[in-house]
């Protein structure tokens, strides 16, 4: 499977994203999805996931502003993200086939290329 994100740019704070994830050579709809981000310098961490019935679960400091939704007649995956911050600013990743509540990368053995986030103050 591979996966790609797509739909990062520069936006100023307080602004809105969103970015999209699909896959080639497989269906994701049988997969758990999920979003990390690593900003420079730093560990990815875990953004928030999706499970294939469509239950979602987020880190808490982006709860309330960010949104992960999947259109699986699409075969995508969706991180709509509002009243983004100046940390906000990583390249996001999706990732594919880990547990709805792992947050380690490690737990998630799919991986698509990343997409630069940029919010300026």
């Known amino acids: 499977v591979q996966l790609q994100a797509s739909g990062g740019g520069l936006v100023q704070a307080g602004g809105s994203l969103r970015l999209s994830c699909g896959a080639s050579?497989?269906?994701?709809?049988?997969?758990?999805c999920g979003w990390f981000r690593q900003a420079a310098g730093q560990e990815r961490e875990f953004v928030g996931s999706?499970?294939?019935?469509?239950?979602?679960y987020y880190q808490d400091s982006v709860k309330g502003r960010f949104t992960i939704s999947r259109d699986n007649a699409e075969n995508m995956v969706y991180l709509q993200m509002n009243s983004l911050k100046p940390e906000d600013t990583a390249l996001y990743y999706c990732?594919?086939?880990?547990?709805?509540?792992?947050?380690?990368?490690?737990?998630?053995?799919?991986w698509g290329r990343g997409t630069l986030v940029t919010v300026s103050s």
């Open positions: 050579g497989r269906t994701l709809s049988i997969y758990n």
């Open positions: 990732a594919a086939g880990g547990g709805l509540y792992d947050r380690n990368p490690s737990g998630w053995p799919l």
């Open positions: 999706i499970g294939s019935g469509g239950s979602t």
